[in-house]
C-alpha cells in the first residue's frame, strides 16, 4: 500500500507517550532487560526512517508495543483504514493474531445478552461483553426475568469470548451472587502532563455522566498535585463491598470461561470468585487486567490508533494477572463438546 504515513514521527510519538504515559513502562522496562528494549528500539526507529506506508508502519509500532505483553497496549488501525482496505487490515490482524483452539462450530456461543431455562432447574446466562451500551441490555434481561431468577436454583454464566469493557455494564448481576464482604483492590494511575492532557479533552464529552465528571476532576487534581508517579483516587490500599441482602437462589453459580474471557470480564470473575455460590468452569481466561482505563492518544498518522492504558492494578505486584490468566476451578478444554450439559449435569450431582 502507498499510502503517505511518516513512520519515524509516528514511531518517535509512540515511544514519548508509552515511555511517559504508559502505567505499566517502569514495571515492565528494568535494569534486567533495559539493554535488550533499547536495542529493539533503535532498531525499529531505523526501519521506520525507510518505511512509507500505513500498513508497514503499523508492523512497526505493533512489534514494538508487543514487546510490552499488554493487549490493552496497542497501536491498532483506524476503523475508518479498516473499511477502506478491508484485505489489508485482515492480512495485518492474521500477522499478531495469537494462535487460539478453536471450539466445534456447535460449541460457538451466541453474540447477544440473552437469559433463558435449560430446564427448571438451570438457567442460562449469556455475557457476550461488557462494554458501556451493554449495561442497558444486560440491565433489561434482569428485569425481564426477575421472578425466575430468585426461583431458580441454578446458574450458568457464559463468559466465553467476552473481551470486556467496563466493570459498570455487570453491576446490576452482583447482589444475586453475593454472599459475603468482597476485597476489591483499586486502581492508581500515572500522573503525567500527557494523561492529565487527555482526562481534560475527556472531560469536554457532554455524554459524561455527573458522577463521570466528578470522578475526572479529581482525578486531574491529584495528578497535577503529584507529577511524576502514581495516584489512588479510592485513598484506599483495599476496600470492601457489603451488602444487606443474600438471595437464596441461586444457591449455585457455574461461571464458563476461555481464552478469549479477558480485562472487565476477568474483574467480574474476582469479584464474583469470592462468593460461597461460584464455582469457575472452563480454561485460563485471557490475562488482561493488570494494567487498564485505556486512553486514545492522537498520534500523527490518521490512518492508525495508539492506546494507551493509563491505570495499574493495586493487586501488583503479588497477584499479577497478566499473561497468566484466571484459573477455573473445573478445567474443560475448548475442544470438549456440549459444555454446558455437562456443567448442568456436574451441577446437579454437587
Request: glycine residues 4%; charged residues 25%.
Amino acid at each position: 500500500m502507498a499510502q503517505d504515513c511518516d513512520c519515524a514521527l509516528n514511531f518517535n510519538y509512540t515511544v514519548k507517550h508509552v515511555t511517559a504515559d504508559y502505567a505499566g513502562f517502569n514495571d515492565k522496562v528494568k535494569d534486567l532487560n533495559r539493554k535488550e528494549f533499547e536495542l529493539l528500539t533503535k532498531s525499529l526507529r531505523k526501519r521506520a526512517a525507510n518505511a512509507k506506508g500505513t500498513d508497514s508502519c503499523f508492523v512497526i509500532l505493533r512489534t514494538w508495543t508487543d514487546y510490552f505483553k499488554d493487549n490493552h497496549l496497542r497501536v491498532q488501525l483506524d476503523w475508518r483504514y479498516k473499511k477502506k482496505y478491508p484485505d489489508v487490515a485482515k492480512q495485518l490482524a492474521r500477522r499478531f493474531a495469537k494462535p487460539v483452539v478453536s471450539p466445534d462450530a456447535n460449541e460457538k456461543p451466541g453474540s447477544e445478552t440473552k437469559i433463558s431455562k435449560l430446564d427448571a432447574n438451570t438457567l442460562l446466562i449469556r455475557l457476550p461483553t461488557f462494554v458501556w451500551d451493554e449495561k442497558k441490555n444486560i440491565d433489561s434481561v434482569i428485569q425481564v426475568y426477575s421472578t425466575q431468577i430468585k426461583e431458580i436454583p441454578n446458574w450458568i454464566i457464559d463468559l466465553r469470548g467476552n473481551d470486556g469493557g467496563t466493570d459498570y455494564a455487570f453491576s446490576g448481576l452482583l447482589p444475586y451472587l453475593y454472599t459475603n464482604p468482597i476485597q476489591i483492590k483499586p486502581d492508581e494511575y500515572r500522573s503525567s502532563t500527557g494523561n492529565i492532557e487527555i482526562l481534560e479533552e475527556n472531560l469536554k464529552d457532554n455524554d459524561l455522566s455527573k458522577e463521570a465528571k466528578a470522578f475526572i476532576s479529581n482525578l486531574i487534581s491529584l495528578m497535577k498535585a503529584q507529577p511524576n508517579g502514581f495516584v489512588n483516587p479510592s485513598g484506599k490500599e483495599s476496600f470492601e463491598m457489603k451488602l444487606d441482602t443474600v438471595y437464596k437462589y441461586p444457591s449455585k453459580v457455574a461461571i464458563l470461561i476461555d481464552r478469549g474471557t479477558a480485562s472487565s470480564a476477568e474483574s467480574f470473575l474476582i469479584t464474583a470468585k469470592q462468593s460461597k455460590k461460584v464455582k469457575v468452569y472452563g480454561e485460563n481466561s485471557a490475562g488482561t487486567l493488570d494494567y487498564a482505563n485505556t486512553q486514545y492518544f492522537n498520534i500523527p498518522c490518521n490512518d492508525l490508533n495508539l492506546v494507551i492504558p493509563i491505570s495499574r492494578s493495586k493487586r501488583l505486584p503479588e497477584h499479577p494477572i497478566d499473561n497468566i490468566g484466571i484459573a477455573p476451578d473445573v478445567r474443560i478444554n475448548a475442544t470438549t463438546p456440549d459444555k454446558l450439559n455437562a456443567i448442568k449435569s456436574l451441577m446437579q450431582k454437587q
